[in-house]
């Protein structure tokens, strides 16, 4: 053998008897965000504990989730057991941000670049490499969630027994920068005190005081920021920082709590705080220090006299008012509206039979609200912290709400006359009808979900983890706003007396048929707003399948509505029926959510190497 390639031949043998240059696994990435497992060394030691790290790299404008992900999402779960020789994992939790989301939402997370430490301990193997794999689930979120699921893997070179570890000289510094994120104990810090007050409000209501003294802001940076972990006992505001503290950072925080009784006993909070400072080599570092400490409120409010308008908060009922008010300007509800008044111009009896009509109309908004409620507060009962907006984080509730939203607006197009029976079905006199008119306020509320307004958003959620007696009393006043429009037509019937005839005895005016069909349109645009909030949720294929499955309800529908044979009616009433049914199946069964990893993950298996639940 030549010189030469006896010289390569030993490099080539001593590189492969070296560890990998890198301990990292292979990038999962879909559109927005990526991640991978890394390890803070190139040779692992063969047993004994074990630093790895969950990499998750988003695109601008998307985060990823604390431990306590805000008013929405859930965090990563990390899941290990697929790897028998590693026990004992836990995801560590970096210092988080606080994001803003529309409808005064929060969010506690990560945008850009992530690395959660994974603690564990590896045993012995006998071995030189092992496979570490583990199961993740985790959202990603910008203005919308999309859920996604994969099987990562990292091949790990293992130091002989008895050898130290050889660290990664890219990835350790990496994940030793990330570790001191980690928030520390609050009592393991010198010179730092915590201490806690809890003064309880009216009702459900009270304010937590944290009060930190011997800490101070980190200098030159953004000011120190407070975060609570979910907590079944109540739900908490945003935090505000008290000015003026010269010797220490004090933070007042609104709860909630999620019984009638309210802080009447003493409560265990788990809390966070970020940005404070601490000398450090070259100069002050940041430092995050956490605590989980049990308050006794300081005072027990006053018994009696508090009714439903104390508990949930006047400017909760004020702002629900006025939510439903304005929810007459969405374009589900506006049509409705229009339509109505041309109806009551039309009604048979004159002004007596408008105002029968349209006080029907607002006693089924107002009975439709109060149902609304009621099943909002069941929902609050197993999902705590949920209020009005959380229905758009669902796939398939977003599905039904675009069906819902498609039938409203073919009816006003004349292919279905049932079951919202809006325009006259015959030339007038029209009877007044008081079922029909009922059924139609009924409706109201379901027509007013896709819309998120921020006085809903912010009244209905605290109203509703106040209790039952103040959430139905929120829904109330949401329902006498939507109300107040028909209460306003019954009291002066000659309102709607003023608006042209829509109709003579030869059935609707050219122009009262131009009007509702315009109007169908505009009520169209809630289905684009509803299919957005679906592509934000669903495959770009599902969602296409979603869209093909209500152009094809349209075209049965004119269909049907052209028809002649009784037995083709029923036929494609039939296809009707199972073509709705079939928008929302494919979205609540997630059957058109993005791609899930190689292996499916059964969310059922509990193991000790298992943290989080990716479940909101």
């Known amino acids: 053998?030549?010189?030469?390639?006896?010289?390569?031949?030993?490099?080539?043998?001593?590189?492969?008897?070296?560890?990998?240059?890198?301990?990292?696994?292979?990038?999962?990435?879909?559109?927005?965000?990526?991640?991978?497992?890394?390890?803070?060394?190139?040779?692992?030691?063969?047993?004994?504990?074990?630093?790895?790290?969950?990499?998750?790299?988003?695109?601008?404008?998307?985060?990823v989730y604390w431990k306590n992900s805000g008013d929405a999402g859930y965090p990563p779960y990390l899941d290990l057991s697929p790897t028998p020789e590693v026990t004992a994992a836990s995801l560590l939790w970096p210092a988080p941000e606080r994001y803003a989301l529309p409808g005064d939402l929060e969010a506690f997370g990560y945008a850009g670049s992530v690395v959660y430490p994974v603690a564990g301990r590896l045993e012995a193997t006998g071995r030189g490499r092992v496979t570490l794999a583990a199961d993740l689930d985790y959202l990603v979120c910008e203005v919308e969630c999309i859920p996604y699921r994969y099987r990562l893997e990292l091949d790990q070179a293992l130091a002989a027994e008895g050898r130290p570890p050889e660290p990664d000289p890219a990835i350790a510094p990496l994940l030793e920068a990330w570790e001191a994120r980690v928030p520390v104990a609050a009592e393991s810090v010198p010179g730092l005190e915590?201490?806690?007050?809890?003064?309880?409000?009216?009702?459900?209501?009270?304010?937590?005081?944290?009060?930190?003294?011997?800490?101070?802001?980190?200098?030159?940076?953004p000011p120190p920021d407070l975060f609570l972990e979910a907590s079944d006992a109540y739900a908490a505001g945003t935090p505000r920082r008290v000015a003026g503290e010269e010797r220490g950072v004090t933070f007042r925080v609104p709860l909630t709590f999620l019984r009638a009784a309210g802080a009447t006993a003493p409560v265990e909070v788990a809390w966070t705080v970020t940005r404070l400072a601490r000398p450090g080599a070259g100069g002050e570092v940041a430092l995050a220090v956490e605590a989980r400490q049990t308050v006794a409120p300081a005072a027990?409010?006053?018994?009696?006299?508090?009714?439903?308008?104390?508990?949930?908060?006047?400017?909760?009922?004020?702002?629900?008012?006025?939510?439903?008010?304005?929810?007459?300007?969405?374009?589900t509800l506006l049509p409705v509206l229009a339509v109505r008044g041309l109806?009551?111009?039309?009604?048979?009896?004159?002004?007596?039979?408008?105002?029968?009509?349209?006080?029907?109309?607002?006693?089924?908004?107002?009975?439709?609200?109060?149902l609304l409620g009621g099943l909002a507060l069941a929902v609050h009962a197993r999902r705590p912290g949920t209020g009005w907006g959380a229905q758009l984080q669902e796939p398939g509730a977003v599905a039904l709400l675009a069906l819902v939203a498609t039938l409203f607006s073919l009816h006003l197009w004349g292919l279905f006359r049932r079951p919202l029976a809006l325009v006259p079905a015959g030339p007038p006199p029209v009877g007044p009808d008081p079922g029909r008119s009922f059924a139609v306020g009924l409706a109201l509320p379901v027509l007013a979900l896709p819309w998120p307004l921020p006085p809903l958003t912010r009244s209905l959620g605290p109203a509703l983890a106040a209790g039952a007696v103040p959430g139905l009393a929120a829904f109330a006043f949401l329902g006498l706003g939507l109300a107040l429009p028909y209460l306003l037509l019954a009291a002066w019937p000659g309102l709607a007396r003023r608006l042209p005839a829509p109709a003579d005895a030869g059935g609707l005016r050219p122009w009262a048929r131009h009007l509702v069909e315009a109007l169908g349109f505009l009520?169209?645009?809630?289905?684009?707003?509803?299919?957005?909030?679906?592509?934000?949720?669903?495959?770009?294929?599902?969602?296409?399948?979603?869209?093909?499955?209500?152009?094809?309800?349209?075209?049965?529908?004119?269909?049907?509505?052209?028809?002649?044979?009784?037995?083709?009616?029923?036929?494609?009433?039939?296809?009707?029926?199972?073509?709705?049914?079939?928008?929302?199946?494919?979205?609540?069964?997630?059957?058109?959510?993005?791609?899930?990893?190689?292996?499916?993950?059964?969310?059922?298996v509990s193991t000790p190497n298992t943290q989080g639940d990716p479940r909101p």
């Not at 459900?204 to 101070?216: D, F, I, K, S, W």
Request: hydrophobic share 55%; charged share 15%; net charge positive.
């Open 1 to 63: 053998m030549r010189p030469a390639t006896r010289a390569l031949a030993t490099a080539l043998a001593l590189a492969a008897a070296l560890p990998a240059a890198g301990a990292t696994g292979a990038w999962q990435a879909n559109p927005q965000s990526r991640v991978r497992l890394v390890s803070a060394w190139s040779a692992a030691p063969a047993s004994g504990p074990l630093r790895l790290g969950l990499e998750l790299a988003t695109e601008p404008g998307w985060h």
């Open 194 to 221: 915590a201490r806690l007050l809890l003064e309880p409000g009216p009702g459900a209501e009270a304010t937590l005081e944290v009060r930190l003294e011997g800490a101070a802001p980190l200098a030159g940076g």
């Open 300 to 331: 027990t409010a006053a018994a009696g006299g508090e009714g439903p308008a104390s508990s949930a908060g006047t400017g909760a009922l004020l702002a629900a008012l006025l939510g439903g008010l304005l929810l007459h300007l969405t374009p």
């Open 523 to 604: 009520a169209a645009t809630a289905v684009v707003w509803l299919l957005y909030l679906l592509s934000r949720q669903l495959r770009s294929d599902g969602l296409a399948l979603v869209e093909l499955t209500l152009l094809a309800l349209a075209l049965l529908a004119w269909l049907r509505a052209t028809a002649r044979r009784r037995a083709l009616v029923a036929a494609l009433g039939l296809a009707l029926v199972l073509l709705a049914g079939s928008v929302v199946w494919l979205a609540e069964s997630r059957r058109l959510a993005p791609p899930e990893a190689t292996r499916p993950v059964d969310p059922t």
């Open 343 to 370: 109806e009551l111009r039309a009604v048979e009896g004159g002004p007596a039979g408008a105002a029968r009509s349209a006080r029907a109309t607002a006693v089924g908004a107002f009975a439709g609200s109060l």
